[in-house]
């Protein structure tokens, strides 16, 4: 089912998310409506807190390959680069955002099992960024000083 999706200033894009301990069917659903939810905005990957659910599940869709990651644990590799970064939770607003290029992202599939996912790139971006949304972090707090202010000032025309 498609979810609605929380936008800044939700007290739940803030608050760290809980490990999922029940690798069940509401946690299947969960990934489902992450699924959906994410290629109805569309958008390229989609955090449980963002539908309001609090637990450490992120679902990516990068290539038209859609997946999903549930208590991620990530080993960054290389220099940070920036690149225009986006969030379905703050519409409209792009800033260039430092991200590692490389990303070796452990945790576990809806069914429990153990997943490894590597990625590069886009797909190394967008782990990073659902990753910081099961910590409330938005990519607005990882931009510098002047592209923050820029940003802050972005949200409160909106
Ligand atoms: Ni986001």
Redesign the pocket.
Known sequence: MVKTIKLFGEPVLRTPAEPVVDFDLELRNLVRDLTETMIDAP?V???AP?IGVSLRVFTYNVDDEPGHLINPVLKLEGEEEEDDE?????PGLQFPTPRAPRVVASGFNMHGDPVTLEGTELLARCVQ??T??LDGI??IDRLDKKQRKLAMKAIREA
């Not at 986006?86 to 703050?90: K, R």
């Open positions: 958008g990957g989609l955090a963002q986006g969030c379905l939770s703050l960024h659902e910081d949304h938005l990519f």
